[in-house]
């Protein structure tokens, strides 16, 4: 990213980003093959994003993937799923965009 950042002179936004609420939620983010329960894990998978990418001046920011409209975030489960939404994840998010 940096690379192509200092080619194009243009700073960068992740137009989505985001942890399952897994074990090993970093490892492949994009597969849904692991789901043991670990909120800890999400909310450690975003403060790490956070306090790596916020050091690097073209980094703009991003939207977190998932984020429901609706009240599907509020039902009661157990279910893994990408959302921080009612998750520890969410207050690493606030504590980074405040």
Do not use: C
């Not at 950042?5 to 983010?29: C, H, L």
């Amino acid at each position: 990213m940096r690379v192509v950042q200092k080619k194009e002179d243009k700073k960068i936004m992740f137009t989505e980003y985001g942890y399952r609420n897994s074990d090993y939620a970093v490892e492949a983010p994009w597969t849904e093959h692991k789901n043991e329960l670990n909120n800890e894990a999400q909310a450690i998978a975003y403060e790490a994003l956070y306090q790596t990418m916020t050091k690097e001046s073209w980094f703009l920011g991003g939207f977190a993937w998932k984020w429901y409209a609706d009240d599907y975030h509020r039902k009661p489960t157990n279910k893994v799923d990408y959302t921080p939404q009612e998750k520890p994840a969410l207050a690493i998010i606030k504590k980074w965009y405040k």
